[in-house]
């Protein structure tokens, strides 16, 4: 089969053929793929941001956002069968840990990451577990959700975590209304009635946030003040929440600065480096909250707003064979919404 392939850090993948996988343990599960996700991820990945956390083996195959239809199950399988079109949670977890038992999929003690770990699905098919499945309504089109695997899941995961505290009245600012900022922005206003500002560099992406029905869109980068820009719109007091879906090249300060008194900040985005006085977050009482993706329930209910149109994602799709095309685009800030490789 086709797949794209690291070769090394710092050097572009390529694609080229390689066996394909085949169901090894009784919990197996061989998708293939009709979908999958080009993620900012994949290029802190080409940078070798992730080689020390993750390790690994070069040359693998890159995609970590994946949905498609199962095309071969081990014998344990009962979950899913052969023709069903499923999304997959982004690691296959033990289900018998206590990280596991608790429902903290991203904590499981034993658990892998296809895409960054090892092979990953930017390929015509991906070996996975039964329990990363998630069945889809058999009328879903792969291509149109693969990217709710990773960059939706992780958005709803943060949103679901900020609900209880994004009361009516209630002011949530988003930096950010790329990939997954777009999908974040949804999520808030289909759960709750906060007021929502979302702030970016680029005026497209603004846009796209006030299509969605952001209530007020903000310009952050060169010559903008975003932090006062906030400020005004909540009569100086800033966002109750602020949802970092950037948290690199400077963002990751003002988001801590436009946050309220007693706010939270949650740090979605990465790459970036918050630096914050301790006697501010004491004395104002301000929380700082890190999220990695997100849990198999979150992912299954994310399903149920996408299925019912309430989440949709922003696509822009190309053959596996351009997978270099996409990754120069999304680095080139040409991508609105999500690359998405259609094998
Ligand atoms: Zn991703
Ligand atoms: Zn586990």
Redesign the pocket.
């Known amino acids: 089969m086709k797949a794209v392939r690291l070769h090394a850090y710092h050097q572009q993948p390529v694609v080229e053929d390689v066996p394909d996988p085949v169901v090894k343990g009784p919990l197996d599960v061989v998708v293939r793929i009709g979908g999958a996700g080009v993620c900012r991820t994949d290029l802190h990945i080409i940078e070798g941001q992730w080689a020390e956390a993750m390790a690994p083996v070069l040359p693998y195959t890159l995609g970590h956002e994946n949905a498609g239809w199962v095309q071969e199950v081990g014998s344990a399988v009962t979950n899913v069968a052969v023709g069903d079109t499923v999304i997959l949670h982004p690691t296959p ?5 206590l ?2 038992r608790r429902g903290h999929d991203m904590h ?4 892998s990451f296809p895409g960054l770990s090892h092979d990953g699905g930017m390929a015509e098919y991906l070996l996975t577990s039964a329990r990363a499945c998630v069945k889809l309504d058999p009328a879903t089109r792969p291509q149109d959700v693969a990217a709710l695997a990773d960059a939706g899941i992780t958005a709803y995961h943060a949103v679901a975590k900020a609900v209880p505290l994004l009361r009516p009245g209630t002011t949530c600012a988003i930096i950010g209304a790329g990939g997954l900022g777009h999908i974040g922005v949804q999520c808030v206003l289909a759960l709750t009635a906060a007021t929502v500002v979302v702030v970016d560099r680029n005026p497209d992406a603004l846009e796209l946030a006030a299509q969605l029905g952001a209530h007020h869109t903000v310009r952050s980068g060169e010559g903008q003040d975003a932090v006062a820009a906030v400020q005004d719109r909540t009569g100086g007091r800033g966002a109750d929440v602020v949802l970092d879906f950037v948290a690199e090249q400077g963002a990751e300060n003002e988001g801590f600065a436009m946050t309220a008194r007693a706010g939270s900040y949650f740090v979605i985005g990465y790459g970036g480096t918050l630096t914050v006085p301790t006697l501010a977050i004491i004395s104002t009482e301000r929380n700082v909250i890190g999220n990695i993706v997100g849990t198999y329930p979150e992912l299954a209910e994310l399903m149920v707003l996408a299925q019912a149109g309430k989440v949709t994602l922003h696509t822009k799709t190309y053959p596996l064979a351009e997978a270099g095309q996409a990754i120069a685009d999304l680095d080139a800030g040409r991508v609105r919404g999500r690359a998405i490789l259609v094998p």
């Open positions: 977890t033990c289900g018998l840990c990280p596991c499981c003690e034993n658990s």
